[in-house]
């Protein structure tokens, strides 16, 4: 953002709405924002640049757009403004060198629709939205916020890669909406031997990874004000679709007290007569937890008794530590109608390549109508990515190459080994031992360091550390006392980034 553009377009907003720097200042003290005189002076003659969380609180007291006020948005001395009815106007100004304003002509502007107004997906959110800021401006980051293992040195393994090529010139058309047979065959025997029931080839769907698959399944099933209970801390996308499908997310509680897994209490007192489905993540992204059979069995009582959809996220199956097994609930539920979700973004390191997949099992009669939705949803986006359907044959089959991350010695059992350890280590943090997958939410004692706001902390750490976490928010977790840290790096990474973590929690006390 540059100071010249920011402070002509504060000062063209300002006379626009008719306020002075002393409005602002009133104004950001009835909302407990901290504004001083000589920062908004500061501003206004270009010597300075605000804060992130200032900036917001200009352009909402100013009506106009955060994005525009920081300047990235085409040169000239314009204001975003919004009519009555709801339409971006963009209004073309000029300043004129007496500091007068007038307005030379509007130009229609779009927004964004309003079914994304309680959308959060904050994984890739505004600390992120910094953190691309400080590296366009030369920052080196060191991005422990996405679970995605590549680019820590996370390789494909060999096979999968000379098979995709050997397969490519076969891969150049559409292929059955619901995927390739080759595919579809080998993800069923896959969830065969993991004991899901009554599965035939027609209930395999593959996706552009996981992600789509899960918005399909709430796009087909929820209406205006539908429930459906999803875990709280998640993985954000879950709550994300159902809200975007016009449906509510009640969010039950995952119990750190008791290793993480879901309060089954908790679950029974949010049910009503709107709820239609539970959503596990199992292993669980953020907390690393693994849910053994006694929890999964009080899961599955609950959906029997008030008749719900299990949906089963299981992205993490493969990445199981401990010589723990990971056991997929669908296999303990025939009589319901169950959705099991995985994919090879996490266990074959190939999260690019946008390969997923479900698996419909149980009692399919009672979904019947439901079942003709997913389909005519995964219809009309014709198919998921054929190159990458190609090697789920091979990747499911054989050599498991992920087995030697996760065993003793291997290198994600290391790093949780170290990041859990060190995390523990620091005064005022502290964190449940990840059983799967390469994720640890630790908590903080808010008290110990003042904190009341998550994100801040997490854009304080950015600012003064470079090293980008995601607050619990992120993950609809409601206290603001947790992050997350992805524990994918290499050691001597993690190493240097935990020495940083811990003197900056040596001093920090979060400012009001
Ligand atoms: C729990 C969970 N589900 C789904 C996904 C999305 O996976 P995919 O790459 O298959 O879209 C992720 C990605 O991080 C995840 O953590």
């Given at each position: 953002m540059s100071k010249e553009t920011f402070s002509l377009r504060l000062r063209a907003a300002m006379a626009r709405e008719g306020k002075k720097q002393v409005d602002l200042i009133r104004a950001a003290s009835e909302q407990g924002v901290k504004l001083g005189k000589s920062h908004i002076s500061q501003y206004v003659s270009g010597k300075t640049l605000p804060r992130p969380d200032i900036l917001h609180f200009l352009a909402d007291t100013l009506q106009v757009d955060a994005d525009w006020l920081r300047g990235n948005?085409?040169?000239?001395s314009d204001v975003r403004i919004t009519d009555n009815a709801g339409n971006s106007m963009h209004s073309i100004h000029t300043i004129h060198k007496n500091n007068t304003v007038t307005e030379d002509r509007k130009m229609r502007t779009f927004k964004k629709s309003s079914k994304l107004d309680n959308v959060l997906y904050d994984v890739r959110g505004p600390v992120v939205d910094e953190a691309a800021r400080m590296e366009e401006s030369g920052t080196q980051i060191l991005k422990l916020n996405i679970g995605n293992p590549a680019p820590f040195g996370f390789r494909t393994p060999d096979e999968v890669i000379y098979d995709m090529r050997q397969q490519l010139t076969e891969c150049e058309g559409y292929s059955h909406a619901q995927g390739l047979f080759s595919a579809r065959k080998a993800i069923m025997q896959y969830a065969q031997l993991k004991g899901i029931p009554n599965i035939a080839i027609e209930d395999i769907y593959t996706g552009n990874g996981v992600s789509e698959l899960i918005n399909i399944c709430m796009s087909a099933l929820l209406d205006d004000e539908d429930e459906i209970l999803i875990p709280s801390p998640d993985y954000p996308l879950w709550t994300a679709c159902a809200t975007l499908a016009g449906g509510k997310a009640v969010h039950y509680i995952c119990d750190e007290q008791s290793d993480w897994y879901p309060d089954i209490d908790d679950i029974r007192k949010k049910i009503t007569d709107r709820t239609k489905a539970i959503v596990i993540i199992n292993p669980n992204n953020p907390t690393g937890a693994l849910y053994p059979k006694e929890v999964l069995q009080k899961i599955v009582d609950v959906a029997r008794e008030h008749q719900l959809i299990i949906f089963s996220d299981e992205i993490y199956d493969r990445l199981v530590m401990d010589e723990e097994e990971h056991i997929s609930i669908a296999s303990l539920a025939p009589d319901l109608f169950c959705i099991t979700f995985s994919g090879l973004s996490k266990s074959h390191m190939?999260?690019?390549?946008?390969i997923g997949w479900m698996v419909l099992s149980g009692n399919k009669k009672i979904a019947k109508d439901y079942i003709e939705g997913l389909k005519m949803l995964s219809n009309m986006r014709l198919c998921s990515n054929v190159p990458a359907q190609s090697i789920v044959q091979t990747a499911l089959?054989?050599?498991?190459?992920v087995r030697g991350y996760i065993e003793p010695g291997g290198r994600v059992r290391e790093q949780r080994d170290y990041i859990y350890k060190a995390l523990t280590d620091i005064p005022g943090i502290s964190a449940v031992k990840p059983k799967a997958a390469f994720y640890i939410f630790p908590k903080i004692d808010v008290k110990k360091f003042n904190i009341t706001n998550d994100e801040q902390f997490a854009l304080d750490l950015l600012r003064e550390k470079k090293i980008l976490l995601i607050h619990g928010g992120g993950f609809n977790?409601?206290?603001?006392d947790h992050f997350r840290v992805v524990?994918?790096?290499r050691i001597e990474v993690l190493k240097e980034a935990m020495g940083k973590i811990a003197d900056f929690f040596s001093y920090y006390k979060q400012q009001l």
């Open positions: 948005e085409p040169a000239g190939i999260a690019g390549f946008r089959g054989g050599h498991q190459s977790w409601e206290q603001p524990y994918l790096p």
